[in-house]
């Protein structure tokens, strides 16, 4: 695979967690650990619902299915206690950065066209077999 263009990942916006149960998952975070975690946001086009874990260097995304076919239910029929599910990076120009991607020989997930994200920013994922078994979610910001 071509050496990616030094630069192009930014920060981590996110590393997220498939849970078969959100609202205990939210509990454990808020009253165990104490974190402040947003209300949740069922994002059907993406077949998930999600609540960010707000932590000062960056969030954590805790997900669990919604409705059918969606993306990580077989994540969760092999792990049903749930599991580290991707890391999320930002990049300031998503299209330039998937086609550096493709050109380089990496699997972009879907048709290429970047989604609408939980923030409203343009979001693509990397094949996790390209990248050491991790899912990479790609964040314009
Ligand atoms: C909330 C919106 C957005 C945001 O703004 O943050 C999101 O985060 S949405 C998050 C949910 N959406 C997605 O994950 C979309 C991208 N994911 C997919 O398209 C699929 O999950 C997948 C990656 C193609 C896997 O689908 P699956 O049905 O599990 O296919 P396979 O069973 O064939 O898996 C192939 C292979 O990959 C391994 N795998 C699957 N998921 C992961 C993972 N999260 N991390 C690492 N590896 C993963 C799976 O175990 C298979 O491996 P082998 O068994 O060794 O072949
Ligand atoms: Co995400």
Do not use: V
């Given at each position: 695979m071509q050496e990616k263009e030094a630069g192009m990942l930014g920060r981590v916006n996110h590393i997220a967690i498939a849970v078969p149960n959100l609202a205990a998952a939210t509990a454990s975070y808020r009253d165990v650990l104490g974190a402040r975690v947003s209300p949740p946001q069922a994002l059907p086009e993406h077949g998930v619902t999600v609540v960010f874990v707000e932590l000062p260097n960056t969030k954590v995304e805790l997900l669990e299915p919604l409705g059918e076919?969606?993306?990580?239910a077989a994540f969760l029929e092999k792990s049903p206690s749930g599991g580290m599910h991707h890391i999320c990076y930002e990049v300031d120009d998503i299209l330039s950065a998937r086609d550096r991607l493709v050109a380089g020989g990496a699997r972009v997930l879907g048709d290429g066209t970047p989604k609408t994200g939980a923030h409203g920013k343009p979001v693509l994922f990397l094949h996790p077999k390209d990248f050491f078994g991790t899912l990479i979610e790609l964040e314009e910001v």
């Open positions: 076919g969606s993306p990580i």
